[in-house]
């Protein structure tokens, strides 16, 4: 194994149609491809195997000097390579259709450009269907094109880009552009059944143009229902494009990266599979996409929750398929390597079946947000929002694996404690706002009681902090959330006091770890937490300590790429991202503490 082959994680873009997702290096290659969906087996894995995974290269054999950027508020990824020769460009995206983004065309355009002289590109498209397991059968079709079959995934290979097959289980292609010369590669994704029995026709070169004008139009149309006054306004919109690409349209769910299995830690075991909704994730998601206008998005997360937990609150999970699937068996690929050798590679994941008892505080605190815009709970979602509250209520002194999913033993995690008096405080208020029928007098003794609790076992007097748990006076991340739910003020000097001892303890150049090392028992130094590091952001502007908001601020968007994507966390000694990416939690993080800035910069503390 070489592990030098494998670019680092900040190499690569990202497109999505809000089905399905992909990365693509600098050098033109897309490393990691699902589809249909964000969460079905690779046919493209390079990033997790690079002998085995698969990938799809269009790029000049040599010497070229590569730019990237996004067409403006588009998933549309241009790649600029310079050559001797001249220079060309590569457009690369999910296609979009007009009219909505529930009835997408499963399709990857890739089309080159020539741009100035001549340039000469190389094609490999080497698809491994199943995480790498299976090679295709491919069979030439009519006017060159090609089908590659293999288990359940088909995929019909099409375009005015030259290709031949190399051997039954690969394609190349060799061309060259001149300026104002295009040409384009097609790959749609189709049931096998369907390519078998000739039921799918390409589309021509003229479609494939109009297709990806119908793409640039429909992302432009979806970003300018967002609004910020923040200076950092090329952030924050390109935050939201990636949380909507990230969105599932047909059901409303949010997954929480594109990925799997990339580490948090360099060749450790740290590996996880994202590409699912965490209740807790996408609540901050929806919260995030609110304050910028995006109101459709949170209607149907809501509904998708609703769904899910087939409306009854003890059947509710922390985390589910993005289809709303409950079962998400977390299994080992044996057959990867991992991306730089860091293993297992794991697809599902076992933390479904965790208790985290703070969804609960998410799923009102949400419910509440938006019901002061407005947008009130009907009957049937009453009756809901009624028994996660009673949730809150009868399991509230329970422990539970908290915010980081602790896969050691249960603790009494403070933040967990704090959310279950958010969903009492917020169901009491709704209630009373809505006259609606409800158990009041008892949610009330209970939210005073879970206060008293946290401010008695959650505090530590000696050092006048707040704790990550009771019984474990440890500095924790997550306490940073506490006063966003009104638990207790940003300038308490209780929380001044907090933060200033989260940044002693927890703070590595500039930026926050979410814990202790070690404090979870896994082998392996993870990085930096950078969604941590924005709640800091958030933290000490509403404190009123501007520069050093500002400080923080920008420490952490260095730690993105030059496309304004960003990773789970971040090595500050190698100068690398770790983790899988790009990271709804890092993005929504990052629109949250640049609002907090705007605002208080206006004086709307």
Known sequence: MNVNHYPPIGDYGYIADCHSAALVSSSGSI???CMPRLDSKSCFGRILGWETGGHCKIAPPSGFIASRRYLENTLVLETTFKTESGQARLLDCFTMRRGGEHDPHRQILRIVEGVAGRVRFNLELVARFDYGAVKPWIRKVDKGHHIAIGGSD??????????????????????????GQRLRLSILWRKPEDLDEGLVQPPDVNELDRRLEETIEWWQSWAKGGKTSTVYADYVHRSAIVLKGLTNAPTGAIAAAATT????APRGSRNWDYRYSWIRDSCFTVRSLGEMGYVREADGFRRFIERSAAGSAEQLQILYGIGGERRLQEVEIDHLEGYRGAKPVRVGNAARSQVQKDVYGELLDLSWRWHSRGYSPDDDYWEFLVELVDQAFCCWQEADRGIWE????PRHFV??????????????????????????????KARDEVRRAVEEKGYHRERGVFVQAFDHPVMDGSLL???TVGFVAYDDERMIRTVDLIRRELGEDGLIRRYPIGDDGMDGKEGVF??????????LARQGRLDEAREVFERALSTGNELLLFSEEYD????????????????LSLITAAVALAEVQQGKR
Not at 157 to 178: A, N, Q, Y
Not at 406 to 409: A, F, L, Q, T
């Open 31 to 33: 490393d990691w491809c």
């Open 572 to 587: 500050t000694e190698a100068g690398e991202m770790l983790g899988n990416f790009p990271q709804g939690l890092t993005h």
């Open 154 to 179: 088909g995929l019909f290979i099409s375009g005015d880009f030259p290709v031949e097959m190399k051997h039954r289980h690969d394609l190349t292609g060799t061309c060259s552009v001149e300026e």
């Open 415 to 444: 933040q967990s404690k704090v959310m279950c008096w958010a969903a009492l405080d917020r169901g009491i208020k709704l209630a009373e706002e809505l006259d609606r029928k409800a158990p009041v007098p008892a949610w009330r």
């Open 530 to 539: 950078l969604a941590c590091s924005f709640w800091l952001v958030d933290c």
């Open 261 to 264: 299995s990339l580490p948090e």
């Open 406 to 409: 602790i896969r050691g033993k």
């Open 481 to 483: 959330l506490l006063p």
